[in-house]
Nanobody
Framework: QVHLVESGGGLVQPGGSLRLSCAAS????????MAWYRQAPGKQREFVAT???????NYRDSVKGRFTMSRENAKNTVYLQMNSLKPEDTAVYYC?????????WGQGTQVTVSS
């Protein structure tokens, strides 16, 4: 069983920055890919970023150059550094991983970009 807990969301002005964290418990995630998704009101959940066990990252086009995903295996934690935030980044952000055929999601953290 894996338990994921996100933190770091909040209200920020356009152009601002936030760093989201996702702490895992229940198993070591060192050898597993991790991902961030987001869901805006009235929209489907969408992929944001992923990081492989070796550290290779991949991003959706709209966040490339602004968001950076990283992992700290010693803390069993992944991060999403979000810079130059835009109102369209407003959403609930979820941490995700899949182990042994099971999907695991965190509870989500709200990010609101507004002046």
């Amino acid at each position: 069983q894996v338990h994921l807990v996100e933190s770091g969301g909040g209200l920020v002005q356009p152009g601002g920055s936030l760093r989201l964290s996702c702490a895992a418990s229940g198993t070591s995630l060192t050898f597993y890919a991790m991902a961030w998704y987001r869901q805006a009101p009235g929209k489907q959940r969408e992929f944001v970023a992923t990081i492989a066990p070796g550290g290779t990252t991949n991003y959706r086009d709209s966040v490339k150059g602004r968001f950076t995903m990283s992992r700290e295996n010693a803390k069993n934690t992944v991060y999403l550094q979000m810079n130059s935030l835009k109102p369209e980044d407003t959403a609930v952000y979820y941490c995700y991983t899949a182990l042994s055929g099971e999907n695991y999601w965190g509870q989500g953290t709200q990010v609101t970009v507004s002046s």
